[in-house]
C-alpha cells in the first residue's frame, strides 16, 4: 500500500497549522507536532517503550505474553505482527489501555494521551465525526487529505485474544478515558469512509497511541 504523509503547513478554516520537530520521548525517539485549532498534536503515533520515569514498558510479542497482560491489567506494547522493520518505518508500537492508564506516564514529558473531550474537540474542528476522518488520513491510498498535518496511517489493531487485524484498513487510537471496568473508548479511522468512529474497546486491545500537548 502507498501513503503520502504531507508534511507540509497548511491553513484550514483560517487558522495556520504550523508543523516542527521538537519532541522526544524517553527512548530518544523524536517526534514533529502540528498545531490544529489550539490544540497542537504529534503528527506519528508513539513509539516508546519505557514510562516517563525510565520504567520499561514490557513488550508481550507472543500470544501467552499478551493475554496474560491483559488478563493481569499489567502495561504492555507489541509490534503489529511482531514485526519491528516493519511497524518502526509505519505504524509504531500498539499498546494495551493499562499502558495508556498507568500513573508512571506514557507519554513524553509536558504531553498527555488525548481524553474523550481533546478527541471531541480536534474533530469539531475539522468539521465532526462524519467528516473529519479523510482531514486526519495520510494522503494516499486509504482516501486521505491530510489537510489537518496529522497524517493517520491505518495501523490495525491486537485484539484481546491477541489476533492482529486490519492494517491498511482501519487505524484505531485510544483515549485517556475509560468507559467501563473492562472498557475504554477508543477513535478509529476506516478506509473509504470520511467517518471518525466513537466506540470503546476492552482494556486488553492493543491499539496506536497519539499524543496531545498539555
Known amino acids: 500500500m502507498k501513503i503520502t504523509n504531507l508534511l507540509l503547513p497548511v491553513v484550514l478554516f483560517g487558522c495556520s497549522l504550523g508543523l516542527s520537530a521538537q519532541v522526544t520521548d524517553k527512548d530518544g525517539n523524536k517526534y514533529k507536532t502540528v498545531q490544529v485549532g489550539q490544540q497542537v498534536w504529534l503528527t506519528e503515533n508513539l513509539d516508546v517503550s519505557h514510562f516517563r520515569n525510565g520504567d520499561p514498558i514490557p513488550e508481550a510479542g507472543t ?37 495508556v492508564n498507568d500513573p508512571r506516564g506514557l507519554a513524553p514529558d509536558g504531553w498527555h494521551v488525548p481524553s474523550v473531550l481533546d478527541w471531541a474537540k480536534l474533530t469539531d474542528f475539522l ?20 489537510l489537518s498535518g496529522l497524517g493517520f496511517l491505518p495501523g490495525g489493531y491486537r485484539n484481546n485474544l491477541a489476533a492482529f487485524n486490519h492494517a491498511g484498513k482501519i487505524g484505531s487510537w485510544w483515549s485517556a478515558t475509560a468507559s467501563s471496568e473492562g472498557d475504554a473508548w477508543s477513535f478509529s479511522l476506516v478506509h473509504q469512509s470520511g467517518v471518525v468512529s466513537k466506540s470503546f474497546d476492552s482494556k486488553h486491545v492493543g491499539l496506536s497511541v497519539r499524543c496531545l500537548k498539555d
Open 127 to 146: 468539521g465532526g465525526l462524519e467528516t473529519a476522518g479523510n482531514k486526519m488520513k495520510a494522503a494516499g491510498d486509504w482516501d486521505g487529505t491530510n
Open 63 to 99: 500470544a501467552e505474553e499478551w493475554i496474560k497482560a491483559g488478563n493481569e491489567g499489567k502495561p504492555a506494547w507489541c509490534y503489529y505482527h511482531r514485526d519491528s522493520s516493519n511497524a518502526v518505518t509505519i505504524f509504531n508500537k500498539l499498546y494495551n489501555w493499562y499502558a
